[in-house]
């Protein structure tokens, strides 16, 4: 069994092309002995953003502090602490912060032997796509 606090976690800066102001902390993986599920905390500080992107995996996604949006397709959805989130394989999707405060999320998804991030590019939510 692991027992830690997420803070023990260290808060890494997205890597993906197009993710602005966007950090995570890979709580739990296959590292640790966890052979189906990933979990994750993202702080999408404030201006903040991932690209438009998808997987070939669902996500389950909870909110925890402040208040953000998330895009599937054309659609905005706003969201705060308690919504919760599935997005299907294959969805476009995109977190955005438009507010002052961080807006921090745990997201689980399925342990990848390599990871499977297609970022779409010269595609952002908010300028229509």
């Known amino acids: 069994m692991i027992v830690r ?8 800066p997205v890597a993906m092309e197009g993710a ?3 950090l995570i902390r890979n709580l739990i993986t296959a590292k640790d ?15 903040g953003h991932t690209p438009l992107h998808q997987h070939d995996y669902e996500h389950e996604i909870l909110i925890l ?3 953000g949006e998330v895009t599937e397709g054309k659609r905005i959805f706003t969201v705060s ?7 299907r394989p294959g969805t476009p999707h995109q977190f955005r912060n438009p ?4 807006f921090r999320f745990v997201c689980l998804i399925p342990n990848q032997p ?13 300028s229509g796509g």
């Open 81 to 87: 602490p308690g919504s919760v989130i599935f997005i």
């Open 5 to 12: 606090h997420y803070t023990e976690v260290a808060a890494l």
């Open 114 to 126: 390599t990871p499977d991030v297609r970022a779409l590019p010269g595609k952002d939510a908010s």
């Open 20 to 22: 602005e102001n966007v």
């Open 65 to 67: 502090d402040g208040e």
């Open 99 to 102: 507010g002052e405060q961080s």
């Open 33 to 47: 002995g966890a052979p189906n599920f990933a979990m994750r905390i993202f702080d999408v500080l404030p201006g």
